[in-house]
């Protein structure tokens, strides 16, 4: 009876997120209620508020649970212990792309954060996530990119701080630009092409080396 119950939550909870994801799409956040959540997931307004705060911490629940799958890729290219870091960070990076590209649930989660999310007061705590996700994404890249170099997968005099900046910006970019313009590149067949593309720019270009000129 108890794991039935824990196996009923569970259900309600996924059933949650996914009418959320269906109804911020549709309406945008600013414009969704909770009650519109519940109504499409066929709950009550009580039942949302078993599993979630509030709205800020429902969005991040739908945004959280198609990203937790990189977990494991990036506690691999941080690892001393693997022996290619870089080609970890590269597989993240590319899975990032390529499945915001083939993946409609993927791609929808992005639309909604990139275009149909307005950081407004009751926004501000998703806001604050959004923004210490960020910094840990740069520290991460930069993590990895450091353990590329101490395995001389990368130049010693690499400079980290500014390659983690670029690769970051290059998959935000590209995100934005499958939103926007959806014919422009097929990351779907090309994502890893791209991003190997941009590691050979942090690997050969010399205004990256540490004491170039800032």
């Known amino acids: 009876m ?12 996924s059933r949650i997120l996914d009418a959320a994801e269906k109804v911020f799409f549709e309406k945008g956040v600013s414009r969704t209620s909770l009650s519109d959540i519940a109504q499409t997931a066929g709950v009550t307004r009580g039942a949302i508020y078993w599993h979630f705060e509030n709205k800020g911490d429902l969005f991040t629940a739908m945004f959280d649970r198609v990203l ?19 080609g970890k960070l590269i597989d993240i990076l590319t899975v990032v792309l390529r499945n915001t590209a083939i993946d409609s649930r993927q791609r929808r989660v992005f639309d909604i954060l990139f275009l149909k999310c307005e950081f407004v007061e009751e926004m501000g705590p998703v806001m604050a996530r959004h923004q210490n996700d960020m910094r840990e994404g740069l520290a991460n890249i930069q993590g990895g990119l450091r353990n590329a170099v101490s395995k001389g997968q990368l130049p010693a005099d690499l400079n980290t701080t500014r390659a983690a900046s670029i690769l970051h910006s290059f998959v935000s970019g590209a995100l934005r630009d499958m939103l926007f313009l959806p014919c422009s590149v097929d990351y779907g067949k090309y994502a890893r092409e791209m991003v190997e593309a941009v590691v050979d720019a942090l690997r050969f270009g010399p205004s990256l080396r540490i004491g170039s000129s800032e």
């Open 68 to 86: 937790m799958p990189l977990d494991e890729l990036k506690a691999a290219s941080l690892d001393p212990q693997e022996p290619d870091p870089l």
């Open 2 to 13: 108890v794991r039935r119950t824990k196996e009923e939550a569970l259900e309600t909870r």
